[in-house]
């Protein structure tokens, strides 16, 4: 009986084996180092609830990724479906334009035009006329495949990032089961150049200008860091890490010039993700079970800590009701808090601790 069940197991062993060698994968894999996890420990350890947590707009449409407050004192976000909508509290949302592709990280410039990293147009600068401008679809020859945060510095120069040239916004989710580093940071000048400053990000993301402009730092989700580009000084054109290890996926972050770079934690890391890291056959064998065995569902939190200019983590906020989960974006207006989600269908607020 019991050889009966060990036959059972190596036919089916050989079974999916050979699907390997006869079915096309979705991902080409390679293995991949994660960082330690330092969990709840150390300064994760202590944990502030985040304050009078409550939904704006509720209801305005799936996945506001970004907030920004414009001149106008208004305040704009942008949705899956396309559409750019502006709202301010006590008045519904309306639609200010649909630019047909998946507005992402979004800023108003000098000017007063609004500029918009479309995750499927590239940048893209809303005027205040209402009219819709291509700025950069591609560099050095090769188009974004998903554009996705930006800020733009005191000079006019727009920074952004290219979070992925495997994989379009509709499939992200395959950049984390695949494992390569293909994201791009990249700058957009007043005269029209675009340039590729960092490559081979693990999956680039949020962007944000320090103090100054003398650096920024970008998120990489998958691995769960934040690296440090110089554009000032003697270290300017160079890079490096800044923080090595976070307990969550960092999506996008802002600067508050008081000092303190607020990060997006859109889900704890996820440990069934980084135990395949180092199994990049394993992995592609799973893309050839059914979809159910590779699904990774984040666990509903909302999430986001402030870091100060040398990396230490000054605020570790969450909030565990479910009122607003998976935070993608932080930004700091006026005294409160603006969050974005791709997972909710509202704009979050809260209090600034």
Same mark, same amino acid.
């Given at each position: 009986m019991r050889s009966r069940w060990w036959l059972v197991l190596l036919l089916g062993v050989l079974l999916v084996l050979g699907l390997a060698g006869l079915l096309p994968a #979705?991902?080409?894999p390679v293995a991949w180092q994660p960082g330690t996890n330092?969990?709840? %420990?150390g300064e994760f350890a202590r944990v502030t609830t985040i304050a009078g947590l409550t939904k704006v707009v509720d209801g305005v449409g799936q996945g506001p990724e970004d907030v920004t407050k414009g001149p106008d004192g208004w305040f704009y976000t942008g949705l899956q479906d396309g559409r750019v909508v502006r709202f301010r509290e006590g008045e519904p949302a309306t639609t200010v334009i &649909? %630019?047909?592709g998946r507005p992402l990280g979004m800023e108003f410039d000098a000017r007063g035009d609004l500029i918009i990293a479309d995750a499927f147009r590239?940048?893209?600068a809303l005027g205040k006329d209402g009219g819709l401008r291509l700025l950069t679809e591609s560099a050095e020859g090769v188009k974004f495949l998903f554009t996705d945060d930006l800020d733009i510095a005191a000079d006019g120069t727009i920074w952004f990032t290219e979070a992925s040239q495997r994989f379009d916004e509709h499939r992200w989710v395959l950049d984390?089961?695949?494992g390569r580093a293909t994201g791009r940071l990249m700058s957009y000048s007043p005269s029209g150049e675009t340039r590729v400053h960092l490559?081979?990000?693990?999956?680039? &993301?949020g962007v944000a200008l320090g103090p100054d402009d003398a650096f920024l730092l970008v998120n990489e989700t998958?691995? #769960?860091r934040i690296r440090r580009y110089w554009l000032k000084g003697p270290k300017a054109g160079t890079s490096e890490l800044f923080i090595t290890a976070l307990p969550g996926h960092p999506d996008n972050l802002s600067y508050n010039e008081n000092g303190t770079f607020w990060v997006a934690l859109a889900a704890p890391r996820l440990a069934v993700l980084e135990g395949l890291a180092g199994w990049p056959l394993a992995r592609k064998l799973l893309f050839r079970l059914p979809e159910t065995w590779r699904q990774l569902k984040p666990e509903p939190l909302a999430w986001t800590i402030g870091v100060d200019v040398d990396g230490r983590i000054v605020h570790n906020l969450q909030d565990v009701s479910g009122a607003y989960t998976n935070i993608t974006s932080v930004n700091e207006y006026d005294g409160r808090l603006w969050f974005g989600s791709i997972y909710m269908s509202s704009v979050g607020r809260a209090g600034v601790p």
């Amino acid at each position: 009986m019991r050889s009966r069940w060990w036959l059972v197991l190596l036919l089916g062993v050989l079974l999916v084996l050979g699907l390997a060698g006869l079915l096309p994968a #979705a991902i080409d894999p390679v293995a991949w180092q994660p960082g330690t996890n330092p969990g709840k %420990t150390g300064e994760f350890a202590r944990v502030t609830t985040i304050a009078g947590l409550t939904k704006v707009v509720d209801g305005v449409g799936q996945g506001p990724e970004d907030v920004t407050k414009g001149p106008d004192g208004w305040f704009y976000t942008g949705l899956q479906d396309g559409r750019v909508v502006r709202f301010r509290e006590g008045e519904p949302a309306t639609t200010v334009i &649909n %630019t047909g592709g998946r507005p992402l990280g979004m800023e108003f410039d000098a000017r007063g035009d609004l500029i918009i990293a479309d995750a499927f147009r590239g940048l893209l600068a809303l005027g205040k006329d209402g009219g819709l401008r291509l700025l950069t679809e591609s560099a050095e020859g090769v188009k974004f495949l998903f554009t996705d945060d930006l800020d733009i510095a005191a000079d006019g120069t727009i920074w952004f990032t290219e979070a992925s040239q495997r994989f379009d916004e509709h499939r992200w989710v395959l950049d984390f089961w695949e494992g390569r580093a293909t994201g791009r940071l990249m700058s957009y000048s007043p005269s029209g150049e675009t340039r590729v400053h960092l490559r081979g990000l693990h999956f680039g &993301n949020g962007v944000a200008l320090g103090p100054d402009d003398a650096f920024l730092l970008v998120n990489e989700t998958i691995p #769960a860091r934040i690296r440090r580009y110089w554009l000032k000084g003697p270290k300017a054109g160079t890079s490096e890490l800044f923080i090595t290890a976070l307990p969550g996926h960092p999506d996008n972050l802002s600067y508050n010039e008081n000092g303190t770079f607020w990060v997006a934690l859109a889900a704890p890391r996820l440990a069934v993700l980084e135990g395949l890291a180092g199994w990049p056959l394993a992995r592609k064998l799973l893309f050839r079970l059914p979809e159910t065995w590779r699904q990774l569902k984040p666990e509903p939190l909302a999430w986001t800590i402030g870091v100060d200019v040398d990396g230490r983590i000054v605020h570790n906020l969450q909030d565990v009701s479910g009122a607003y989960t998976n935070i993608t974006s932080v930004n700091e207006y006026d005294g409160r808090l603006w969050f974005g989600s791709i997972y909710m269908s509202s704009v979050g607020r809260a209090g600034v601790p």
